[in-house]
């Protein structure tokens, strides 16, 4: 049986540890949430399901996932490692359960690094139309993915704090933005009070449900700075910290935002959740259509640093695996001057780079790659979380400290997470979403039964 030994190790180039302070492990939360892209991307379509209910909408996932965020943060105010959920999934249920949730959470990432990817590179086309000369010019979609993925590899593998910090002057500048925007929106055109939001005229509770899954889409990654554990200062304070403080930031965001969007598309002759670019219509409201530029320019980078974010944690999961034992072992070391997982780093961002290119050269559109592939993310996080908060007491039994409040604490997560998750079955989604979980399932199970083929036979090779 091969597996790697702290032994073996011990002489082997390692993450930096004690390296990153709060606000970087802010910056990845941020970073991973994306709230910038959320707004643009996930508003809309979240709107088309849930009408004027949307901001009530977000302001119950925002306490449903505060609940799952505080849930986490037992784990992650006890333990820290690069791991991030399937560390905590093992110490609760040992080597195999622990890792399937790693597979999961891998996936998850996966999947939902390439939607930021692509999603740049369709704002990149947008934006190369509105440049006089360019318009005619063709801008395929493969040139701009390329740029989207393997500049923020480099980025990744050059160093941790650099691409934080990068993320958090991105999204920054990108937030500040449209909050400037709705501010005159709200109060300089006096268009505060939109009674058909305030009286959820015309709301229902199946368009509610359908749009649960979106709104829980929007808070993925908030916890990917537990993917930090191994290199952050007093990880124990700061990376629950970095978690709660990512959270409601970002879902009061959603809030105003959502409100402010519907009230601007009021008597619009097209209506937000058809509209390509909901901010460029708020700025023309609000008389500063040049606005819209910068914004879209913000968007652009928003989806930039996610990208780096989620490369950033996908990694550092895949590294922990192949520390274990579950993987090639050189993916386990990090670089000898970059103290980064530089050959995790690249494996992503290969695959990252092959699952929407082969898609879209079989046919498949680019929007329908990002709106799938955003949906197979979405799933993976989900059922991630319910790993980790079912975990939780489990955990804390056998560390003698388990008490009421975190078992209900658990309960209420599992049973938030049960919503959306519930959504994927019934009613059974139209093809090919109906054949998404089964499909998710299948990869997991493969890289699993991979893991532990290549636990015992790995020394061979």
Known sequence: MYEIEPDHLSQAPQLRKNY??????????VGALAPTACVALTLPLAFGAAGNATWL?????????????????????????PGAIYHFSELAFGRRVGLVAGWTYVFALLFSCCSPALVFAHYAIVLCRLIPGLGAVPAPAFV????GILVPCWISC??????????LILECISIGLM???AAVFLFFRSR????PQLKLTGATLNGFRAGSVLAFFSFTGFESATALGGESKKALQNIPRAIISCLLPAGLLFIVMSYVLIASFRGAAQSLDQSEAPLD???AVCGLPAFGHLINVGILMSFFACTVAVLNATARVLYAIAQKGHFWPRVGIAHETNSTPHRAI???????????TVLMLCGMSLDKCIDDLSVLGSFGFLTSYLFVCTAVPFYLRQKGVLRTKHVVLAGVAVLVLAIPLLSFVYPLPDAPARYFPCLFTALVAAATVFSWRFRIHGSAT
């Open 346 to 356: 690249i494996i992503i961002t290969a695959a990252v780079l092959a699952v929407p």
């Open 192 to 195: 505060w009070m939109d009674l």
């Open 20 to 29: 990153l302070s709060f606000a970087e492990n802010l910056a990845q939360a």
């Open 57 to 81: 909408l977000f302001v119950l996932t925002l306490g449903a996932y505060l609940v799952i965020g505080f849930t986490i943060s037992e784990f992650a105010s006890r333990t820290s490692s």
């Open 281 to 283: 219509h708020l700025a």
């Open 144 to 147: 701009f993915l390329g740029i």
């Open 179 to 181: 909050l400037v925007l």
């Open 158 to 167: 050059r160093n941790i704090r650099l691409s934080t910090n990068l993320v």
